[in-house]
């Protein structure tokens, strides 16, 4: 067969189910419908032409895709069977050398599965070839144009596999029994969004991580420390390096202006990702600085001797010491919020704090201990009624949660893309434009100004009038990577599967006793983080046990100090989960405290 044979996609969306209780295929996994998955995934293999067949809920179906550059055809005679579909979508391959037809219900097929049916007729001699492993043959399915006269003449539910017992078949090797994984009922789609986690997190797409189910391998439980980047990241940082690496905004040569490209195309990605507009895109260094650039640069231009700030008793560090700073420096009273057993905010105190009427406050949206949420929209609403300002940091919240800043209610967020699975030395500062224009740049040099002679300079616009020097380019381009990495996946299914591992290591460290938990035992509602302590054992000895045994973990404050003082614990250990956690993580960690109890408290038993 020709190299340059021309190959067209038939992707079936016309069926319905009635058992799901609506249109399965406008069911989402991974943040996408189902049928705009399989249209986005046909035209990812880059053939000659793509047609969705529609039918049932032909309207919202054809909505899902009308952006694309696909051919939408209409089967009023979808309810007569598959065949029907499969009829209407050949008609339209008509001058084509093959078509494959796949069905938009089987959400792990890929671009990389149809191009290897592609492959297999580039070089073989038969009319069909289908997908196919350890014995299973499935959708989707090459057909040479020489049988498309049969496919047009089918008739009922069967379809195009009516065909299979007619021509001789080439079964073409896809590499795993996920790929034939539909959803035709809820408890399909119910396994499918857990499926989805795993394959799309799964720890073979992380280089230093190794393969899945290895037991002797690391076993990583740091990622609210740090994420571990996918290789998808690294290629695109990699590409950056080797293709493109230039200054930005400096010169009028095609590298340069790649370079200049690549860095707003990463800045319009990341903002996509969190719901602003790219100018409320502040790239800064880390969330630290982020946070420094909220109490220096808005905080700071804005407050005055005797101005009340709210501070979070239980946040990190980095949301702590500026405001500290910047008491000492200008005078600003802070006053710390109370928190409730399990260290969110407490009412009480909240309430009390703001008749005092605040100029801001400096809130945690995710304890980076004890994992657990403050409700930001309601603190924020509540704030502003007070006249108070919102910084809110969003470290641990973003990866692990939907998370879309403007719905926060807040006036400033911060994040860093190292914990998001994206590289080291730079994150986002989002400032609300009503904001941003009463901030001050922290920093001066290149890059940052519209004029400088000797009696002064003019800064240029935000957000580049806080970006000064060369920018971490390379870094946000890798940051950008991680927000589709994230958005692939779904921050919803994320969100789930995060909750359902501390649910499983906060049952098994309450059977194992003389534990106590950050946060209480109390189950659902934790991002992906559960802190503990094992009485009589110092945080530090439980964690050098557990790297004995290849079982990475946190010991010590977790720069919260404040809220260890208050929930009455010196340091715990923190194991913190990723999209590449899981069961057998947890379970290796549980054996591992057991081994510790044993090793250094055997008087409990």
Not at 439 to 452: D, F, H, K, S, T
Request: hydrophobic share 45%.
């Amino acid at each position: 067969m020709d190299e340059t044979c021309r190959i067209g996609i038939v992707v079936l969306a016309a069926g319905a189910s009635s058992r799901m209780g609506d249109q399965k295929l406008l069911l989402e996994l991974g943040g996408k419908s189902l049928v705009r998955r399989a249209a986005l995934t046909a035209l990812a293999a880059r053939f000659e032409h793509v047609c969705v067949v529609v039918g049932s809920d032909k309207v919202r179906i054809a909505e899902e895709v009308a952006d694309l550059p696909v051919c939408i055809i209409e089967n009023d005679a979808w309810d007569r069977g598959q065949a029907t579909s499969v009829r209407a979508g050949i008609q339209s391959m008509q001058g084509l050398d093959a078509a494959i037809v796949m069905v938009a219900d089987q959400p792990f097929v890929t671009p990389k599965h149809l191009r290897a049916l592609a492959d297999a007729y580039r070089v073989g001699d038969a009319a069909l070839f289908a997908s196919a492993h350890a014995g299973k043959r499935g959708n989707p399915v090459l057909f040479d144009a020489s049988v498309f006269g049969d496919l047009e003449a089918l008739e009922g539910d069967q379809g195009a596999r009516q065909l299979f017992g007619r021509y001789r078949v080439v079964d073409v090797e896809q590499g795993g029994a996920v790929l034939f994984g539909d959803v035709d009922d809820r408890d399909a789609y119910e396994h499918a969004q857990a499926l989805w986690v795993r394959e799309k997190g799964s720890k073979r797409l992380f280089p230093l991580l190794g393969c899945d189910g290895d037991e002797s391998g690391l076993a990583y439980l740091d990622s609210a420390a740090t994420a571990q980047a996918p290789q998808r990241v690294l290629d695109a940082v990699k590409r950056f390096e080797t293709e493109a690496r230039s200054n930005i905004h400096r010169g009028i040569y095609p590298l340069a202006e790649r370079a200049s490209d690549c860095y707003e195309e990463a800045r319009e990605r990341v903002a996509r990702f969190f719901g602003i507009p790219e100018q409320e895109a502040i790239f800064t260094h880390g969330a630290t600085e982020a946070l420094n650039l909220a109490a220096f640069g808005w905080a700071g231009a804005n407050l005055k001797a005797g101005d009340l700030v709210l501070v979070d008793t239980a946040g990190h560090h980095a949301n702590i010491v500026p405001w500290q700073m910047l008491a000492r420096e200008k005078g600003i009273e802070l006053a710390y919020i109370g928190l409730d057993e399990r260290g969110l905010v407490d009412r009480a105190s909240w309430h009390a704090l703001l008749e005092r009427k605040p100029k801001a406050a400096a809130l945690t949206q995710v304890s980076n201990v004890t994992g657990l949420a403050n409700d930001i929209p309601l603190l924020s609403r509540e704030a502003h009624e007070a006249g108070a300002a919102v910084v809110a940091d969003c470290a641990q919240a973003a990866g692990h949660m939907p998370l879309q800043f403007t719905a926060l209610g807040a006036d400033f967020a911060a994040v860093s893309a190292h914990k998001m699975y994206g590289s080291f030395g730079i994150g986002l500062l989002w400032a609300a434009s009503e904001r941003v224009q009463h901030m001050r740049p922290l920093m001066g040099g290149g890059g940052m100004i519209e004029r400088v002679d000797t009696k002064g300079f003019t800064c240029t616009e935000a957000p580049l009038c806080f970006e000064a020097g060369t920018p971490n380019i390379a870094g946000a381009v890798g940051f950008a990577e991680a927000c589709d990495f994230l958005d692939d996946i779904g921050l919803a299914a994320i969100e789930e599967r995060g909750s359902g591992l501390c649910d499983r290591l906060l049952t098994g460290l309450q059977a194992i006793g003389g534990v106590r938990v950050a946060g209480g035992f109390e189950l659902g509602g934790r991002s992906s983080i559960v802190s503990f302590s094992l009485d009589g054992v110092h945080p530090h000895d439980v964690a050098q046990v557990l790297a004995d045994r290849g079982v990475a973990v946190r010991a010590g404050n977790h720069c919260a100090m404040p809220l260890h003082q208050a929930l009455g614990i010196a340091a715990s250990v923190r194991a913190s989960f990723g999209v590449y956690s899981e069961e057998g993580d947890v379970d290796r960690l549980l054996a591992g405290i057991e081994q510790a109890k044993e090793a250094f408290c055997s008087g409990y038993r």
